[in-house]
């Protein structure tokens, strides 16, 4: 079992910056995928970014756009989400999440609770 916590959330103003970050309790995160998810309001929640095992590889997604990068800290047990260029449209909850499967395109299967982050125009 795996446990995650989410920190780093708040409010920006457009073309601010944030670090999200993941606390891994229980395992290594390298052992896991590990995904950054989004949900705002009204909308179905979607992948914003995952690391693979072992940190091989990153995928973003498309609306990304080489604003966000992840990464993660073996010393910390932690996967952070640094968030740069932020636009209005990028005001969500985020979440940490995790599997086992080796795919960003599997099923999720750890959840953290969530930290807000709101970007003013």
């Known amino acids: 079992q795996v446990h995650l916590v989410e920190s780093g959330g708040g409010l920006v103003q457009t073309g601010g910056s944030l670090r999200l970050s993941c606390g891994v309790s229980?395992?290594?995160?390298?052992?896991?995928?590990m995904g950054w998810f989004r949900q705002a309001p009204g909308k179905e929640r979607e992948i914003v970014a995952a690391?693979?095992?072992?940190?091989?590889?990153?995928y973003y997604a498309d609306f990304v756009e080489g604003r966000f990068t992840i990464s993660g800290d073996d010393a910390k047990n932690t996967v952070s989400l640094q968030m740069n260029g932020l636009k209005p449209e990028d005001t969500a909850l985020y979440f940490c999440?995790?599997?086992?499967?080796?795919?960003?395109?599997?099923?999720?299967?750890?959840w953290g609770q969530g930290t807000q982050v709101t970007v003013s125009s």
């Open positions: 999440a995790a599997t086992m499967r080796n795919s960003v395109t599997a099923p999720f299967d750890y």
């Open positions: 229980g395992r290594s995160f390298s052992t896991y995928t």
């Open positions: 690391l693979s095992m072992n940190g091989v590889t990153t």
